[in-house]
Each structure stands twice: as C-alpha cells, then as structure tokens.
C-alpha cells in the first residue's frame, strides 16, 4: 500500500519561495501530482507529472512552480517560487496508483492516494 507524507510547508511573505516535498512509499510508478485547498475552495491541481516525465501545470502558477520526481528517492517535489497571498492553501500530494497510463493530468477523481497536506501561507 503507498502512503504519502507531505513536508516544507510554511508561511512565506509574497514574493518568497517554498520547496515541497512529498516522501512515497510503495509502488508509485504512475501519475503523481501536487493539489491544493484554500478555505471554502474546492481542491484544485496544481502541477503533475507521469511516469514518462510528462508534466502539466495549472495556468495560475505557470512560470513559478515547478514539479519534479527522484525516482531513486520515490520523492515528488514542489518548487515554488514568487508567493502570493492567492496560493495560501493546503497542499495535497496525490498518486494514481490503479493504472499506469501516461499523460499527467489535474482531474482530482484520477487520484486513489492521498498525503495529510501541509499548510502553505503567504502574507501580503
């Protein structure tokens, strides 16, 4: 069974940069992908990434967040950078572990795994 356990979340003033990590255990070969929730928001994508290294990103941190995957490590990992307060959210590392199709995607219902999140908070 793969578990999932988020850190490097933080409060950060706009314009600053967080790291996220996201340590899996098990079979994670498929999709993976970072999600967030703000407050009365519902979970979004955010970035994703397949077992081919094909990545998509969701246009409002395109050009800021970067996602990347140690394989040997089995560590999914979340670059952000120029904060604002709009990202302030819990961020979810999520895996599809049920297929092993390529494509990343940002369709929340894909994911059967999911970590506990870590609070990211961005002040103005």
């Known amino acids: 069974q793969v578990q999932l356990v988020e850190s490097g979340g933080g409060s950060v003033q706009a314009g600053g940069s967080l790291r996220l990590s996201c340590a899996a255990s098990g079979y994670t070969n498929g999709r993976m992908g970072w999600f967030r929730q703000a407050t009365g928001k519902e979970r979004e994508g955010v970035a994703a990434i397949d077992r081919d290294g094909a990545i998509i990103y969701a246009d409002s941190v395109k050009g800021r967040f970067t996602i990347s995957k140690d394989n040997a490590k089995n560590t999914l990992y979340l670059q952000m950078n120029s904060l604002t307060p709009e990202d302030t959210a819990i961020y979810y590392c999520?895996?599809?572990?049920?297929?092993?199709?390529?494509?990343?995607?940002?369709?929340?219902?894909?994911?059967?795994?999911w970590g506990q999140g870590t609070q990211v908070t961005v002040s103005s």
């Open positions: 999520a895996a599809d572990t049920r297929r092993l199709g390529t494509g990343a995607s940002l369709f929340v219902p894909l994911y059967d795994t």
